[in-house]
Protein backbone atom coordinates (compact mmCIF):
# COMPACT_ATOMS: atom_id res chain seq x y z
CA UNK A 1 0.00 0.00 0.00
CA UNK A 2 1.29 3.39 -0.97
CA UNK A 3 1.34 6.23 2.32
CA UNK A 4 2.56 9.55 1.64
CA UNK A 5 3.30 12.39 4.07
CA UNK A 6 3.18 16.07 3.47
CA UNK A 7 1.88 19.04 5.24
CA UNK A 8 0.49 16.83 8.14
CA UNK A 9 -1.60 15.21 5.86
CA UNK A 10 -0.98 11.45 6.13
CA UNK A 11 -2.48 9.42 2.97
CA UNK A 12 -2.83 5.93 2.57
CA UNK A 13 -3.87 4.64 -0.71
CA UNK A 14 -5.97 1.22 -0.18
CA UNK A 15 -5.94 -1.27 -2.55
CA UNK A 16 -7.83 -3.92 -3.81
CA UNK A 17 -10.59 -5.67 -1.45
CA UNK A 18 -11.14 -5.00 2.25
CA UNK A 19 -12.94 -7.45 4.55
CA UNK A 20 -12.39 -8.53 7.76
CA UNK A 21 -9.59 -10.61 7.02
CA UNK A 22 -7.62 -8.06 4.44
CA UNK A 23 -8.46 -5.65 7.21
CA UNK A 24 -6.06 -6.64 9.60
CA UNK A 25 -2.96 -6.08 7.66
CA UNK A 26 -4.58 -2.72 6.16
CA UNK A 27 -4.77 -1.16 9.81
CA UNK A 28 -1.09 -2.70 10.58
CA UNK A 29 0.55 -0.67 8.18
CA UNK A 30 -1.70 2.40 8.38
CA UNK A 31 -1.61 2.67 12.70
CA UNK A 32 2.10 2.01 12.61
CA UNK A 33 2.46 5.50 10.10
CA UNK A 34 0.41 7.44 12.12
CA UNK A 35 2.23 6.71 15.15
CA UNK A 36 5.15 7.54 13.16
CA UNK A 37 3.91 10.59 11.63
CA UNK A 38 1.61 12.02 13.89
CA UNK A 39 -0.79 13.75 11.17
CA UNK A 40 -3.21 16.25 11.45
CA UNK A 41 -4.99 15.18 9.04
CA UNK A 42 -5.20 10.79 7.81
CA UNK A 43 -6.62 10.70 4.31
CA UNK A 44 -7.49 7.70 3.15
CA UNK A 45 -8.13 7.44 -0.58
CA UNK A 46 -10.70 4.70 -1.45
CA UNK A 47 -10.00 5.17 -5.24
CA UNK A 48 -8.40 1.82 -6.06
CA UNK A 49 -10.62 -0.24 -3.60
CA UNK A 50 -12.49 -2.97 -5.96
CA UNK A 51 -14.84 -4.85 -2.57
CA UNK A 52 -15.98 -3.57 0.45
CA UNK A 53 -18.26 -4.71 3.02
CA UNK A 54 -18.83 -3.22 6.65
CA UNK A 55 -15.00 -4.01 7.95
CA UNK A 56 -14.35 -0.85 5.42
CA UNK A 57 -16.40 0.77 7.33
CA UNK A 58 -14.74 -0.55 10.54
CA UNK A 59 -11.63 0.23 9.21
CA UNK A 60 -12.35 3.69 9.17
CA UNK A 61 -14.14 3.88 13.07
CA UNK A 62 -11.07 2.18 14.11
CA UNK A 63 -8.62 5.40 12.34
CA UNK A 64 -11.08 7.57 13.44
CA UNK A 65 -10.95 6.61 17.08
CA UNK A 66 -7.02 6.21 17.02
CA UNK A 67 -6.53 9.98 15.27
CA UNK A 68 -8.66 11.41 17.78
CA UNK A 69 -6.55 10.41 20.27
CA UNK A 70 -3.70 12.67 18.41
CA UNK A 71 -6.02 15.49 17.87
CA UNK A 72 -6.40 14.30 14.39
CA UNK A 73 -9.13 14.61 11.88
CA UNK A 74 -10.03 12.02 9.18
CA UNK A 75 -11.02 12.42 5.65
CA UNK A 76 -12.04 9.52 3.69
CA UNK A 77 -11.90 10.32 -0.25
CA UNK A 78 -12.88 9.06 -3.55
CA UNK A 79 -14.93 5.97 -2.58
CA UNK A 80 -16.23 4.45 -5.44
CA UNK A 81 -19.80 4.72 -6.52
CA UNK A 82 -20.78 1.13 -5.99
CA UNK A 83 -19.33 1.25 -2.60
CA UNK A 84 -20.96 4.65 -1.41
CA UNK A 85 -24.04 2.79 -0.44
CA UNK A 86 -22.18 0.86 2.09
CA UNK A 87 -20.76 4.34 3.53
CA UNK A 88 -23.71 5.96 3.38
CA UNK A 89 -25.41 3.14 5.38
CA UNK A 90 -23.38 3.23 8.24
CA UNK A 91 -23.90 7.50 8.80
CA UNK A 92 -20.22 7.92 9.29
CA UNK A 93 -19.75 11.27 7.34
CA UNK A 94 -20.95 12.34 11.24
CA UNK A 95 -16.74 12.24 11.95
CA UNK A 96 -14.97 13.69 9.25
CA UNK A 97 -14.68 14.39 5.42
CA UNK A 98 -15.94 11.73 3.29
CA UNK A 99 -15.85 11.94 -0.45
CA UNK A 100 -17.58 10.02 -2.92
CA UNK A 101 -15.74 9.11 -6.48
CA UNK A 102 -18.09 10.35 -9.72
CA UNK A 103 -17.62 7.82 -12.05
CA UNK B 1 -41.58 -23.28 -5.50
CA UNK B 2 -39.00 -25.65 -6.99
CA UNK B 3 -35.09 -25.15 -6.87
CA UNK B 4 -33.99 -24.72 -10.29
CA UNK B 5 -30.50 -25.31 -9.07
CA UNK B 6 -28.56 -25.63 -6.16
CA UNK B 7 -25.22 -25.65 -4.71
CA UNK B 8 -23.63 -26.31 -1.39
CA UNK B 9 -20.23 -25.46 0.13
CA UNK B 10 -18.71 -26.58 2.81
CA UNK B 11 -15.72 -24.29 4.50
CA UNK B 12 -13.40 -24.09 7.48
CA UNK B 13 -13.73 -21.14 9.59
CA UNK B 14 -10.80 -19.36 8.34
CA UNK B 15 -10.92 -15.85 7.26
CA UNK B 16 -9.25 -16.18 4.24
CA UNK B 17 -12.06 -18.01 3.46
CA UNK B 18 -14.43 -14.95 3.17
CA UNK B 19 -13.21 -13.87 -0.70
CA UNK B 20 -13.55 -17.39 -1.85
CA UNK B 21 -17.41 -18.16 -0.34
CA UNK B 22 -18.35 -14.53 -1.63
CA UNK B 23 -16.62 -14.98 -5.44
CA UNK B 24 -17.85 -18.83 -5.06
CA UNK B 25 -21.74 -17.79 -4.87
CA UNK B 26 -21.28 -14.82 -6.74
CA UNK B 27 -19.92 -17.38 -9.65
CA UNK B 28 -23.03 -19.67 -8.93
CA UNK B 29 -25.02 -16.86 -9.29
CA UNK B 30 -23.84 -15.64 -12.72
CA UNK B 31 -25.72 -18.27 -14.48
CA UNK B 32 -28.82 -15.30 -13.91
CA UNK B 33 -26.71 -12.80 -15.74
CA UNK B 34 -27.29 -10.24 -13.11
CA UNK B 35 -25.81 -7.02 -13.44
CA UNK B 36 -22.83 -5.77 -12.08
CA UNK B 37 -24.58 -3.72 -9.16
CA UNK B 38 -26.65 -6.96 -7.97
CA UNK B 39 -23.80 -9.03 -8.34
CA UNK B 40 -21.50 -6.37 -5.70
CA UNK B 41 -24.97 -6.91 -3.06
CA UNK B 42 -24.90 -10.67 -3.31
CA UNK B 43 -20.93 -10.84 -2.72
CA UNK B 44 -21.59 -8.34 -0.01
CA UNK B 45 -23.94 -9.45 2.23
CA UNK B 46 -22.61 -13.17 1.81
CA UNK B 47 -19.69 -11.72 2.62
CA UNK B 48 -21.06 -10.43 5.95
CA UNK B 49 -22.94 -13.74 7.00
CA UNK B 50 -19.69 -15.71 6.65
CA UNK B 51 -17.54 -13.17 8.69
CA UNK B 52 -20.15 -13.25 11.29
CA UNK B 53 -19.82 -16.98 11.11
CA UNK B 54 -15.76 -16.96 11.33
CA UNK B 55 -15.54 -13.99 14.17
CA UNK B 56 -18.58 -14.33 16.18
CA UNK B 57 -20.04 -17.82 16.13
CA UNK B 58 -16.41 -19.26 16.17
CA UNK B 59 -14.46 -16.82 17.83
CA UNK B 60 -11.31 -18.26 18.68
CA UNK B 61 -12.40 -21.88 17.79
CA UNK B 62 -12.74 -23.17 14.13
CA UNK B 63 -15.57 -25.01 12.65
CA UNK B 64 -17.76 -25.60 9.81
CA UNK B 65 -19.43 -23.06 7.94
CA UNK B 66 -22.39 -24.52 5.43
CA UNK B 67 -23.57 -22.71 2.57
CA UNK B 68 -26.03 -23.84 0.18
CA UNK B 69 -27.12 -21.43 -2.35
CA UNK B 70 -30.79 -22.07 -4.33
CA UNK B 71 -31.64 -20.09 -7.89
CA UNK B 72 -35.55 -20.43 -8.38
CA UNK B 73 -37.73 -20.20 -11.76
CA UNK B 74 -38.63 -16.36 -11.22
CA UNK B 75 -35.05 -15.65 -10.92
CA UNK B 76 -34.94 -15.32 -7.24
CA UNK B 77 -32.04 -16.69 -5.51
CA UNK B 78 -31.93 -18.14 -1.86
CA UNK B 79 -28.24 -17.88 0.09
CA UNK B 80 -28.40 -20.17 3.47
CA UNK B 81 -25.10 -19.45 5.51
CA UNK B 82 -25.18 -22.02 8.48
CA UNK B 83 -22.57 -22.02 11.66
CA UNK B 84 -22.39 -24.78 14.68
CA UNK B 85 -20.81 -21.34 16.46
CA UNK B 86 -22.32 -20.10 19.97
CA UNK B 87 -25.35 -18.76 18.70
CA UNK B 88 -27.18 -15.63 19.07
CA UNK B 89 -28.91 -14.73 22.66
CA UNK B 90 -30.70 -11.56 21.36
CA UNK B 91 -31.76 -11.59 17.92
CA UNK B 92 -32.97 -8.69 17.36
CA UNK B 93 -31.13 -6.86 19.61
CA UNK B 94 -28.00 -8.47 17.43
CA UNK B 95 -29.65 -7.08 14.70
CA UNK B 96 -29.92 -3.20 15.69
CA UNK B 97 -27.87 -1.22 13.38
CA UNK B 98 -24.20 -0.07 15.40
CA UNK B 99 -24.95 -2.85 17.67
CA UNK B 100 -22.01 -5.40 18.04
CA UNK B 101 -20.76 -7.51 20.85
CA UNK B 102 -16.89 -6.79 19.53
CA UNK B 103 -16.24 -3.46 19.59
CA UNK B 104 -12.66 -1.94 18.58
CA UNK B 105 -12.43 -3.13 14.86
CA UNK B 106 -16.25 -4.29 14.54
CA UNK B 107 -18.66 -1.78 12.82
CA UNK B 108 -21.91 -3.38 13.96
CA UNK B 109 -23.73 -2.50 10.65
CA UNK B 110 -23.58 -6.23 9.07
CA UNK B 111 -26.94 -7.05 9.42
CA UNK B 112 -28.04 -3.99 8.82
CA UNK B 113 -25.85 -3.90 4.69
CA UNK B 114 -27.33 -7.64 4.55
CA UNK B 115 -30.93 -6.00 5.13
CA UNK B 116 -30.22 -3.18 2.64
CA UNK B 117 -28.21 -5.27 -0.18
CA UNK B 118 -31.09 -8.12 0.15
CA UNK B 119 -34.61 -8.50 -0.81
CA UNK B 120 -35.31 -10.60 2.44
CA UNK B 121 -32.95 -11.42 5.56
CA UNK B 122 -34.07 -14.64 8.02
CA UNK B 123 -32.03 -15.44 11.23
CA UNK B 124 -32.55 -18.20 13.03
CA UNK B 125 -30.49 -19.31 15.91
CA UNK B 126 -30.34 -21.43 19.12
CA UNK B 127 -27.38 -20.57 21.43
CA UNK B 128 -24.72 -23.11 21.69
CA UNK B 129 -26.10 -24.38 18.64
CA UNK B 130 -25.04 -22.17 15.99
CA UNK B 131 -26.72 -19.65 13.44
CA UNK B 132 -28.39 -19.88 10.46
CA UNK B 133 -28.70 -16.41 7.99
CA UNK B 134 -31.01 -16.91 4.84
CA UNK B 135 -30.54 -13.92 1.82
CA UNK B 136 -33.21 -13.78 -0.73
CA UNK B 137 -32.94 -11.64 -3.66
CA UNK B 138 -34.69 -11.75 -6.45
CA UNK B 139 -32.37 -10.80 -9.70
CA UNK B 140 -33.69 -9.24 -12.41
CA UNK B 141 -30.51 -9.31 -14.66
CA UNK B 142 -28.90 -7.55 -17.46
CA UNK B 143 -31.27 -8.62 -20.37
CA UNK B 144 -34.87 -8.35 -20.66
CA UNK B 145 -37.93 -10.11 -18.79
CA UNK B 146 -37.45 -13.71 -18.75
CA UNK B 147 -40.43 -15.64 -19.12
N1 LIG C 1 -23.11 -16.23 13.32
C1 LIG C 1 -23.16 -15.59 14.49
N2 LIG C 1 -22.93 -16.25 15.66
C2 LIG C 1 -22.96 -15.61 16.84
N3 LIG C 1 -23.23 -14.29 16.98
C3 LIG C 1 -23.48 -13.57 15.87
C4 LIG C 1 -23.46 -14.17 14.57
N4 LIG C 1 -23.75 -13.22 13.66
C5 LIG C 1 -23.94 -12.08 14.35
N5 LIG C 1 -23.78 -12.26 15.68
C6 LIG C 1 -23.95 -11.23 16.74
O1 LIG C 1 -24.62 -10.11 16.19
C7 LIG C 1 -23.85 -8.91 16.38
C8 LIG C 1 -24.07 -7.95 15.22
O2 LIG C 1 -23.56 -8.47 13.99
P1 LIG C 1 -23.19 -7.46 12.82
O3 LIG C 1 -24.38 -6.59 12.55
O4 LIG C 1 -22.65 -8.23 11.69
O5 LIG C 1 -22.07 -6.52 13.45
P2 LIG C 1 -20.52 -6.85 13.80
O6 LIG C 1 -20.14 -8.10 13.06
O7 LIG C 1 -19.79 -5.66 13.31
O8 LIG C 1 -20.45 -7.03 15.28
C9 LIG C 1 -22.43 -9.41 16.54
O9 LIG C 1 -21.62 -8.49 17.24
C10 LIG C 1 -22.63 -10.72 17.30
O10 LIG C 1 -22.81 -10.48 18.66
MG1 LIG D 1 -20.60 -8.58 11.15
Known amino acids: ?103 | MNAINTMKLEIESRSVNESFSRVAVASFVSQLDPTIEELGDIKTAVSEAVTNSIVHGYKESKGKIYITASIFEDGKVQIKIRDKGCGIENITQAMEPLFTTSGGERAGLGFAVMESFMDKVKVSSKVGKGTTVVLEKKINGRFAKRW
Open chain 1, 1 to 103: MKITFSDGILTAFVQGEIDHHSAVGIRTEIDRRIQKDKPDILRLDYSNVTFMDSSGIGLIMGRYKLMSAYSGQIEVVNVPLNMARVVRLSGIEKLGKITVKES
